[in-house]
């Protein structure tokens, strides 16, 4: 049997796919079995169809505008509301306000004998809410 592509060389294998036979040019080996040119590359096609990436999907908070910005860059306003909850100004620190955060806290321990500072606390839940807010707003116009 001779090369189907140099008809004038003896082949030295058989295509395993299409049954001609290649000589050593034309051989090639692709997972243990012996393939001719035209087979090969139809084969490295499906593989290279079948092994493409997919994109990662990329799922952003709702009530925001889908651009490039990861989702780990926003902050969530509950998230934020919850910690400021059980520590005052902890929501504006998450939400990436660190001074305000600590001005919270201090101004709720500060007041908080007074009664002023019950106020305080739960106005600053409601103001972690907002800052998170404001904190994915400024990540969208960016």
């Known amino acids: 049997m001779n090369c189907s592509i140099h008809t004038g060389i003896d082949a030295v294998a058989v295509c395993c796919d299409c049954g001609n036979g290649v000589c050593g040019t034309c051989r090639n080996k692709m997972f243990g079995r012996n393939y001719c040119d035209v087979c090969a590359s139809g084969l490295e096609q499906k593989m290279m169809k079948r092994q493409a990436p997919q994109p990662p999907q ?60 019950w106020f305080l606390w739960l106005a600053q839940i409601f103001d972690a809410h907002t800052t998170a807010k404001e904190h994915n707003l400024e990540l969208t116009s960016r």
Do not use: E
């Open 58 to 117: 990329v799922v952003f908070p709702p009530g925001l505008p889908q651009h490039a910005l990861p989702p780990h860059l926003y902050k969530n306003p509950t998230v934020a509301a919850v910690l400021s909850a059980f520590i005052p100004g902890a929501g504006q620190v998450y939400a990436g306000r660190v001074g305000r955060g600590v001005g919270v806290f201090i101004g709720t321990l500060v007041l908080t004998p007074i009664f002023v500072g």
